[in-house]
C-alpha cells in the first residue's frame, strides 16, 4: 500500500514550485506522485503504470522543475537537458503548457519548448534558439529538427517517455530508435503510461538501468462507471442518438475507429438533431486545435474522434465516453475510457456492442481483467439468435496503417449475450 503523504511540501521542493502548487489549490499528491516523485528526485530510473487521470504529468514535471532551478546553468547553445518525448501533438502542447504552469512562480528560471508537426517548422526553431531546459515533443518534427541542427540531444540528463506503450510499440519503433542513438548513455529515463502490454515491457526494461517498477492502476478505486450495451449493427446510431438526448449529456466523447467514419456518424446523428463535430488525423493542426479547445471549453457538446483523443488529453470533468466503434487495441480501450472519471470525478463509459463486436470485446476484457455485464435498453434490443457457423470480424487497424484486418472466428466463442 502507498503511504500517504501530507503535501508536496514533504518532498522538500523549491518554495517557488510549492507555493505555485498552492495556488493551483493541489492538496495531497496522488499515489503514483508520492511513490515516483522521491524516486525520480533520489535519480532513479523508473517505470510506472498508473490509472489516466491519476496525476502523471506532475509526477514526472514537478521533478524535472526541481532539478532545472537547483542545477548548473544551461550550457550556451541549442541544446536541451530534459526531453520529453510524447506521440501525439495534443499531448505534446498540453504537457508543455502543464510544465509552464507548474514554473510559473521561477521568474522565468524554465524555458520550456514544444515541438510537434502540422504547424510551421521554423517558429519552433526560433523558440529553440539558445537552447531550452525541456522540449516535450513528438519524435518526427524531433528529428527534423534534429536533421536542421536546430538541437542537439548530446546534453540530455533526463528523458521522460509520456505514454511509454505507445512510443515503444511498432508504430514509432524506427524513430524512437534514432533518438535514443542520439542520446549519451548516462541519463536518468522515466516512462509512464496507463497501461504496459506484456510485449512492450521487456523493450522498456532494456532502455533503463535498473529501473523500479510502480503499478499503481488498481491503488484507487474507479470514479469510472463503465456500461455495455448490447445492440443491433444497424440500430446502433439510433440507439446513440437516443441515449445522447435521454440522459441530456451536456459533453459526450464518441470513439469510432476511423477517419471517414467520423464524418459518416456526425451525418447520420446530424439527420437526428444532434450537432457533433470531428477530430482526427487528416484535419490541419488549426483545425484540430480549435475543436479540442472549442470542446474543452463547453462550446461544443458532441466530438466525435478517432483513437488520437484517446491518449493523454485532459477534459475536466467530462461526463460521458462513448465506445461507438471498438478500439483494435485492449489497450487503447483503457485509454479511450479514462478521458472521463478523471482526478477522482465521476464518469461514464458505454460501449454500444454489436453481434459481429463480441468475440474482440471479449478479448478486451481479458486483456484488461475486467467483466462487465451486457445491457439492453428497450426499444433497441439486439436479436439473441446467432449463426451457427463462423462469423468473419472485421478489426479496424490503428489510424494510418492501412486496410482493416480480417480474421475468423468461431461462432461459439462470439456468443456471449448475456441478458438484463
Known sequence: MTQAV????????????????????????????????P????????????NTGAGKTAAFALPIIQNVITGKA????????HLIVVPTRELAKQVADNIVSYSAHTNGKVKVVS????VSVNSQMLSLRGGADVIVATPGRLLDLISSNAVKLDKVTH???????????????????????????????????????????????ELLVNPVELALQNEQESTLVQRVFTVNRETKTALLAHLIKQHQWQQALIFVSAKKSCHH?????????????????DQAQGARTRVLNEFKNGDIDVLIATDIAARGIDIDKLPVVINYDLPRSPADYMHRIGRSGRAGEVGL?????SHDEYHHFKVIEKKNKISLPREQEAGFEADEAMPEDIKTVAVAKPEGTGKKKRKKVPAANQDIWSKS
Do not use: C, M
Open 349 to 353: 463509459a458505454v460501449t454500444l456492442l
Open 265 to 281: 456518424l456526425s451525418q447520420k446523428l446530424a439527420k437526428r438533431g444532434i450537432n457533433a463535430q470531428v477530430f482526427h488525423g
Open 115 to 118: 515541438v510537434f508537426g502540422g
Open 39 to 50: 524516486l525520480i528526485l533520489a535519480g532513479k530510473d523508473i517505470i510506472a503504470g498508473a
Open 159 to 205: 528523458l521522460v517517455l509520456d505514454e511509454a506503450d505507445r512510443l515503444l510499440n511498432l508504430g514509432f519503433t524506427q524513430e524512437l530508435q534514432q533518438i535514443l542513438a542520439l542520446l549519451p548513455k548516462q541519463k536518468q529515463t522515466l516512462l509512464f503510461s496507463a497501461t504496459f502490454p506484456e510485449e512492450v515491457i521487456g523493450l522498456a526494461k
Open 74 to 81: 544551461r550550457d550556451k547553445g541549442n541544446w536541451v537537458s
Open 6 to 37: 501530507a503535501s508536496f511540501s514533504d518532498f522538500a521542493f523549491a518554495p517557488s514550485i510549492v507555493e505555485r502548487l498552492q495556488t493551483l489549490n493541489y492538496q495531497q499528491p496522488t499515489p503514483v506522485q508520492a511513490q515516483a516523485i
